[in-house]
């Protein structure tokens, strides 16, 4: 593996530095924003900032209008955009419209292509993921899916209910989980604007980033062309790993960027303030807390670039992604809330943009799957035999 960063690489982290540093962190207090994130007029402002740059959807293919990265290119871009918590709604490359646009390009046919992914690389439309149920629903255990699909005729009748449905207000068409008559998951390509969905509530949640909030649907007697169906029916736990394993890890990227900006957040602070006689960085329990947190950040670092750079060999990649799942939410957590003590009182308040980024961050160990569940993951991966990696 080749830790040295080619000229392209190079090229598009300076410039997506440049681009956040200049035009978007300005924006960050703008008051187009709620307790569900930034608004749609906000996030249409944004994404022509990002186009006008050259830097929208840049992990779409070129065909697809994008800059066609790679995991490893993808790392360092995404690293720089998450410096903001708005800059990967501007770049396009936030959740879930990421990884869907990543399984779009993997699985739908021309036609879906043209209807719904070429609009969703461009900017001009958003898109959910409905897998999540309540209890006794799908949650981190995917095989308790309760939401219905029945065939008839040309259709699929689908009854059911999800909810953390990120991205579900404003979006314009949402991928839906379900389960078959034969006991096999499938996915469906749906409007939200079809007669049978409904967006009951919008939830309130510790988190703010995400356009649109996290919500719950509800599904009665919504039909769905079977020309409507991603991919293969009974196919949908499959295309579920070809979208989460690279989207977790794309979390870890734009989380980096945040944890990075607590750092030298924490680090200006403890620059500047006096205390007992000196600056406070030169008091030992402030600077192995700084020393720390970069010694996290690093590790974090590594497992994604090694992550990403399996996936550029064609690994799957199952094994790694949960482990740098796992080390970089814990590692850039733990970062973020040293970086709170350091601040002490100014790290609970809004003075700076650190209390966002740790209300933010404390779902990230949830999201993609809880820590515990990748854990357990790992262990009957590592009894078991290596093949199932």
Not at 109 to 133: D, I, N, Y
Not at 282 to 299: I, K, S
Request: proline share 4%; charged share 25%.
């Amino acid at each position: 593996m080749d830790l040295s960063i080619s000229p392209k690489a190079e090229e598009l982290r300076e410039r997506t530095q440049k681009f956040i540093r200049e035009q978007i962190i300005p924006l960050e207090r703008d008051p187009r924003q709620d307790k569900h994130g930034p608004s749609e007029e906000l996030r249409k402002e944004l994404i022509a900032l990002a186009r006008q740059a050259g830097l929208l959807t840049p992990h779409a293919s070129i065909e697809m209008g994008g800059l066609g990265l790679s995991h490893i290119e993808k790392a360092i871009v995404f690293e720089e955009a998450g410096y903001s918590c708005l800059g990967p709604t501007a770049m396009n490359i936030h959740a879930p419209d990421e990884g869907n646009i990543h399984l779009l390009e993997a699985v739908a046919t021309e036609e879906q292509k043209e209807r719904w992914l070429k609009p969703l690389v461009s900017g001009r439309t958003r898109s959910c993921f409905a897998m999540t149920e309540p209890t006794p629903g799908a949650g981190s255990d995917p095989s308790m899916l309760l939401t219905t699909a029945v065939r008839d005729g040309d259709d699929y009748v689908v009854n059911g209910t999800k909810w953390f449905i990120t991205g579900a207000e404003g979006a314009d068409f949402v991928i839906i989980m379900a389960r078959l008559e034969d006991g096999s998951a499938t996915m469906f390509l749906v409007d939200m604007n079809t007669p049978g969905l409904e967006l009951v509530r919008k939830m309130d949640a510790m988190d703010n980033c995400f356009t649109g909030g996290h919500a719950v649907l509800q599904f009665t007697d919504l039909r769905v062309p079977a020309k409507q169906i991603l991919g293969e029916p009974g196919q949908g736990f499959k295309y579920a790993q070809i979208r989460l394993a690279p989207a977790r890890l794309t979390h870890c990227m734009r989380w980096l960027g945040q944890a990075r900006r607590a750092q030298d957040i924490a680090i200006a602070y403890a620059q500047q303030r006096q205390a007992f006689g000196k600056q406070l960085g030169e008091h030992e329990g402030v600077g192995f807390m700084l020393a720390d947190n970069d010694m996290d950040l690093q590790t974090a670092r590594l497992h994604i670039w090694h992550t990403a750079w399996l996936l550029d060999q064609g690994v799957r990649g199952n094994f790694e992604s949960s482990r740098a799942k796992v080390v970089c939410s814990e590692a850039e957590w733990r970062v973020v809330d040293r970086c709170v003590q350091i601040l002490g009182g100014q790290g609970v308040t809004g003075e700076t943009e650190l209390m966002k980024i740790f209300q933010d961050m404390r779902g990230f160990r949830i999201y993609d799957g809880p820590s515990e569940v990748h854990r357990w993951s790992m262990a009957r991966k590592i009894l078991g035999s290596k093949e199932n990696k």
